[in-house]
């Protein structure tokens, strides 16, 4: 595989290599992350079931939710065990994606690529690694489900 990866390379363009950087990053990051959780485990079992990592349930929206912060000054989006907040023009921009994209999947690679340009930190720590990973999906649904686009 590595030797297909390095002939395909000359192949992309300088957004897909930066893209595929990125991806190798958040890759690299969860690995090193569930090393770490492994060894902890190890060294100490029986605090291993107040650590362990919330299980993210597979192909469930429902394991996203978007919460508008008192006063509207923020905005809540739970993804499985993760809660981040964003900015009134960050959730504009993913419920442009959401609405402008002409299919789900084209919406869902999208909000997986802004999300890996600008808000990293939530791929991270709701260990999302592709844009297929259902969390990413269901924001999809989830954005769609709370926000609708003036037509204006």
Same mark, same amino acid.
């Given at each position: 595989?590595?030797?297909?990866?390095?002939?395909?390379?000359?192949?992309?363009?300088?957004?897909?290599?930066?893209?595929?950087?990125?991806?190798?990053?958040?890759?690299?990051?969860? !690995?090193?992350?569930?090393?770490?959780?492994?060894?902890?485990?190890?060294?100490?079992?029986?605090?291993?079931?107040?650590?362990?990592?919330?299980?993210?349930?597979q192909g469930r929206?429902?394991?996203?939710?978007?919460?508008?912060?008192?006063?509207?000054?923020?905005?809540?989006?739970?993804?499985?065990?993760?809660?981040?907040?964003?900015?009134?023009?960050?959730?504009?921009?993913?419920?442009?994606?959401? &609405?402008? !994209?002409?299919?789900?999947?084209?919406a869902v690679r999208?909000?997986?690529?802004?999300?890996?340009?600008?808000?990293?930190?939530?791929?991270?720590?709701?260990?999302?690694?592709?844009?297929?990973?259902?969390?990413?999906?269901?924001?999809?649904?989830?954005?769609?489900?709370? &926000?609708?686009?003036?037509?204006?």
């Amino acid at each position: 595989m590595e030797k297909e990866l390095r002939a395909s390379i000359s192949q992309i363009d300088e957004k897909g290599l930066l893209f595929l950087l990125r991806q190798a990053q958040v890759l690299i990051h969860n !690995a090193r992350v569930e090393g770490m959780q492994a060894s902890s485990a190890e060294q100490h079992p029986e605090e291993q079931q107040l650590t362990a990592p919330i299980p993210i349930p597979q192909g469930r929206p429902d394991a996203v939710s978007i919460e508008r912060g008192e006063g509207g000054k923020g905005i809540f989006l739970s993804l499985g065990g993760v809660r981040k907040i964003m900015s009134a023009e960050e959730m504009k921009r993913l419920v442009r994606i959401c &609405y402008a !994209a002409p299919t789900r999947s084209e919406a869902v690679r999208q909000l997986f690529t802004v999300l890996v340009r600008e808000r990293k930190d939530i791929l991270t720590d709701a260990k999302i690694g592709s844009p297929d990973n259902p969390l990413i999906i269901g924001l999809f649904h989830a954005v769609r489900d709370t &926000y609708r686009l003036d037509d204006r």
